[in-house]
């Protein structure tokens, strides 16, 4: 499937703000918002954080599922999907990050 219709498959992000992924030394290690271009990959995420608790080794490869056609670009292309590049890096190092919602 396509990123856009895996997006229609997952909950929706209205009540959201943000996400802010926090590394293990309890650091906020980078914040997506909820605005035009980032909607999403907030989206992936929040959905992602519910059902594995956090962003883990699993949820990164789930991920890259959902990201579908882009994530092959991201790999294509380093640094022009920041989302994707990161879930390519949790599952290479094998270090994840907690999740915090922010509300709207």
């Known amino acids: 499937m396509a990123f856009a219709d895996n997006l229609k498959q997952l909950p929706a992000i209205s009540h959201l703000a943000a996400l802010e992924l ?3 030394a309890g650091n906020v290690a980078a914040t997506i ?3 035009p271009g980032k909607a999403g990959s907030l989206a992936v995420y929040a959905a992602l954080a519910a059902k594995h608790g956090g962003i883990n080794v699993a949820a990164a490869e789930e991920g890259l599922v959902i990201f579908a056609e882009h994530t092959d670009d991201a790999r ?3 640094g022009k999907h920041p989302n994707i590049d990161r879930l390519l890096d949790v599952i290479a190092s094998g270090q994840g990050f907690t ?3 922010i509300a709207a």
């Open 99 to 101: 999740c915090k919602l």
């Open 33 to 35: 918002e909820n605005k």
């Open 76 to 78: 294509a292309n380093p």
């Open 22 to 24: 926090i590394d293990a």
